[in-house]
Antibody, heavy 119, light 110 residues
Framework: QVQLQESGPGLVKPSQTLSLTCTVS??????????WSWIRQPPGKGLEWIGY???????HYNPSLESRTTVSLDTSKNLFSLKLSSVSAADTAVYFC???????????WGQGTLVTVSS | QSVLTQPPSASGTPGQRVTISCSGS????????VNWYQQLPGTAPKLLIY???QRPSGVPDRFSGSKSDTSASLAISDLQSEDEADYYC???????????FGGGTKLTVL
């Protein structure tokens, strides 16, 4: 059974970079034809896809966030990461990591982690 | 304002059949597979339907999905109290070049 777990700071200051990690267990992140995604949900609002990375390392981002987003893989630690730069209060959200990509079928999810942007 | 339009709310009584719609366009629903998610309060979304009408292991066959032209629907039959949740559709958009979600529908079981 694949399991995902997000980790990272729960509070980030405006204009700084939000950094989160998603550790995958129950399977290798670099085996199989899988994509790995980040998705967020502002409090009380809907879901927004941020970006995905393919198991071979190529990434694709939401065009509305692309200039500020980097998703990377660390196959030695079986995890993938999100960096979102120049954050503002509008980036306050629960951030989820999930397995899935361009087909939009995210079959395994982390529990989510709340990141608040505030000084 | 989402590119995919869902009704903000829906309701039904136990045992009833309810449907939730997801309206899109040529660049998303018409051309690509539609997925549906259930999100219980305080939890991560759960994949309910993928590739239009397929159910992951463990999802009851009370849940079904369909698509016609630029719209998709999720049907829940024999409604149960534990179905009370938020439901989202999701699909790839060829114009936006990304995965998009509907705004979500809050289902209340009366």
């Amino acid at each position: 059974q694949v399991q995902l777990q997000e980790s990272g700071p729960g509070l980030v200051k405006p204009s700084q970079t939000l950094s989160l990690t998603c550790t995958v267990s129950g399977g290798s992140i670099s085996s199989g034809d899988y994509y790995w995604s980040w998705i967020r949900q502002p409090p009380g609002k809907g879901l927004e896809w941020i970006g995905y990375i393919y198991y071979i390392g190529s990434a694709h981002y939401n065009p509305s966030l692309e200039s500020r987003t980097t998703v990377s893989l660390d196959t030695s630690k079986n995890l993938f990461s999100l960096k979102l730069s120049s954050v503002s209060a509008a980036d306050t959200a629960v951030y989820f990591c999930a397995r899935g990509g361009p087909s939009g079928d995210f079959d395994y999810w982390g529990q989510g982690t709340l990141v608040t942007v505030s000084s | 304002q989402s590119v995919l339009t869902q009704p903000p709310s829906a309701s039904g009584t136990p045992g009833q059949r309810v449907t939730i719609s997801c309206s899109g366009s040529n660049s998303n629903i018409r051309r690509n597979t539609v997925n549906w998610y259930q999100q219980l309060p305080g939890t991560a979304p759960k994949l309910l339907i993928y590739s239009i009408g397929q159910r992951p292991s463990g999802v009851p066959d009370r849940f079904s999905g369909s698509k016609s032209d630029t719209s998709a629907s999720l049907a829940i039959s024999d409604l149960q109290s534990e179905d009370e949740a938020d439901y989202y559709c999701a699909v790839w958009d060829d114009s936006l070049k990304g995965v998009i979600f509907g705004g979500g529908t809050k289902l209340t079981v009366l």
